[in-house]
Structures are given as structure tokens and as C-alpha cells.
């Protein structure tokens, strides 16, 4: 299954090891975490203009979303049946 993370990224959701709020009441940890992405140059900006609001860390990279947290989450456990 794959998720959408906004401005047409798409990644596969088996890839997903967690998904934060940027704003989390934790917002040392988040920015530690950025910071090292930065520095393997892994981290990929989704938001290009809109607020960042969540980061999405996954096998390969670190994904910064304007999509919420709580969204992704929700996205990441919807089963679609076929009709």
C-alpha cells in the first residue's frame, strides 16, 4: 500500500517507521532527527510554500509533510475494499 504525503509524493507505507507532529510537545527530539537527516542529506521537503506539520522517517528518508500527523496515521491503516 502506498501513502500520499501532498505535492504528488507518494511512498510506500512498509518503508514507514514512524510518523511525528513537528509540533509535538518532543520538538528537541524532532529536530534532532532533521538535523541528521540534513546532514546525510536524506531529509525531503513535501511542503514546498504551506506549514510543515508532520515528518514521516522512513527506511531510506526523512520526509517533511504539510499533511497532519494524525492524517497520515489514519491513511497508513485504511483498508480499501473493492466495490
Known amino acids: 500500500m502506498y501513502i500520499h504525503l501532498g505535492n504528488n509524493v507518494v511512498i510506500s507505507a512498509h518503508s514507514i517507521i514512524a510518523i511525528l507532529n513537528i509540533e509535538s510537545p518532543y520538538s528537541e527530539d524532532v ?15 513535501v511542503s514546498e510554500n504551506t506549514k510543515e506539520k508532520s515528518l514521516v522517517i522512513c527506511d531510506d528518508n526523512v520526509y517533511i509533510s504539510p499533511i497532519s500527523s494524525t492524517t497520515l496515521y489514519k491513511r497508513s491503516f485504511n483498508q480499501y475494499k473493492e466495490v
Open 31 to 45: 529536530e534532532d532527527v532533521i538535523h541528521v537527516a540534513l546532514d546525510k542529506k536524506n531529509l525531503v521537503r
